[in-house]
Each structure stands twice: as structure tokens, then as C-alpha cells.
């Protein structure tokens, strides 16, 4: 049967089945995501202004955010499913559906709790828009969309988890031993911030993020068997 026979639902569901029209969707996001990521350490490498005096300095405390760590995982896994849509190893499936949801999480606390903290221009500008509003629009809109479908088992949603506790392990420690130009120690984000909020509210806000995190796994895995998209299993 044509496609031009069917219904507006068939022609959807065909549409998401499509394999090419997936790989491009991932080849773009990536795409614009790694232009992204690129434009934020530039920014970071010349801003004699930020938290740290060496660009060195500088461009490890940017690839120590959340946010462009996300961002990472989003543009390698969906430049690898661009090139190739069927990939059966377990720690690329993982992989994937942590950059989905730790993007997603990007999104929702950037602007639910630090959009509009610093002003922007220029670069600066771009990049943030790129990191925390365009790529999670994208990267769940692909996911919703193409999948790929049958990729999340409870043993992927529990090694998901893996990857916000190491950040947050990280953070909690760099922060403890590393100071800013100021000579205060240096936390990326306000309600990780030790200095000014002790220990308990943290490990309260660590728990709630950590929670969210699970939350939204075991969401993605309830989803995927229901889901339209590219059965690459």
C-alpha cells in the first residue's frame, strides 16, 4: 500500500520507522550541539574575566559543568547513531540514555532554577542557548521520535545512574580542593555550593537530583515499549 493511501497516524509512525530520516536527525543535532560545545570553550578560553586567571584553569572548569558534560554525551552518541543506527553493545545503549535524560535534567533546572544568573552576549550567548535550550529540544525530540526503540532494560536504567553520581562525587570533591581567582572554593552550580549552603542542604538537593534522574529512567523505560521509532535491537 502507498504511503500516500495511509493514515496521518501510519504515515507518522512510517516516518519514525525510517531509518535515514533518524540518521539525520541525529547527524544535525550532533552537529549543532558539538558547534555548540565549541563556542563554549572558546568562550571560556578568553574570558579574562570568569573564575580562573589560566586558560588552562579555565577550560577544565568548563568541561567540569554538567551541562557541557550532557552535552558531550549528546553529541557522541548521536554523531555515532548517525553513522551507524544499529549497535548492540551494552554501554553505547547506556550511554545513550544517560545523555538523554542528564540533558533533559540540563534543560528543566537551567530554566526552572539559573536562567538569567549572568547576562550573555554574543558567543556566549549562542553556546548557552545551544547547550540548554536547543540541544535538550532536539536530543528528546530524537529520542521520542527515532529511539532507537528497545535499547532500555532495567540493566541499562540502573547503569544510567552511574554517570550523575560520579559528576556530583567529582564536584563535591574538586570543590573542596580547588579555589577560584578569589581564593573561595569553587562549586559550578548555586545549590551545590558547600561554602554557602553546608553540607546537608547539598546532600539534600544531590538526593533530589539523583532521584529525578532514576525517575526519568524508569519513565524512558516505560516509554520505549510504547514509543514509535527505528527497532535497532
Known amino acids: 500500500q502507498r504511503l500516500t493511501d495511509r493514515s496521518p497516524l501510519q504515515r507518522y509512525r512510517q516516518q519514525m520507522d525510517n531509518p535515514r530520516v533518524a540518521r539525520l536527525s541525529f547527524g544535525f543535532t550532533s ?21 580562573f586567571e589560566a586558560v ?9 559543568y554538567f551541562t557541557v558534560q550532557s552535552n558531550i554525551l549528546v553529541a557522541v ?17 547506556v550511554l545513550r540514555l544517560t545523555a538523554v535524560i542528564a540533558i533533559t535534567i540540563t534543560g528543566v533546572v537551567y530554566h526552572l532554577a539559573l536562567k538569567g544568573l549572568v547576562e550573555l552576549t554574543d558567543k556566549a550567548a549562542s553556546a548557552d542557548w545551544i547547550l540548554h535550550t536547543a540541544s535538550p529540544v532536539l536530543c528528546v ?16 536504567v540502573q547503569f544510567s545512574i552511574v554517570f550523575p553520581l560520579l559528576w556530583l562525587a567529582y564536584t563535591l570533591v574538586r570543590g573542596a580542593i580547588v579555589e577560584d581567582r578569589n581564593g573561595r572554593p569553587f562549586y559550578p552550580y548555586p545549590f551545590l555550593d558547600v561554602f554557602d549552603k553546608g553540607y546537608a542542604m547539598v546532600f539534600v538537593s544531590v538526593a533530589l537530583v539523583a532521584a529525578l534522574f532514576f525517575v526519568l529512567a524508569l519513565g524512558a523505560l516505560a516509554a520505549d515499549k510504547r514509543l514509535p521509532g527505528v527497532r535497532a535491537d
Open 31 to 51: 552537529a549543532l550541539v558539538t558547534l555548540g560545545l565549541l563556542l563554549q570553550l572558546r568562550v571560556a578560553a578568553t574570558n579574562d574575566e570568569g573564575f
Open 56 to 64: 588552562p584553569a579555565r577550560l577544565v572548569n568548563s568541561l567540569s
Open 77 to 93: 552518541t548521536t554523531g555515532l547513531l548517525a553513522a551507524r543506527l544499529h549497535r548492540s553493545a551494552t554501554w553505547f545503549r
Open 141 to 156: 525530540a530524537g529520542w521520542l521520535a527515532f529511539g532507537p526503540r528497545g535499547w532500555v532494560s532495567r540493566r541499562v
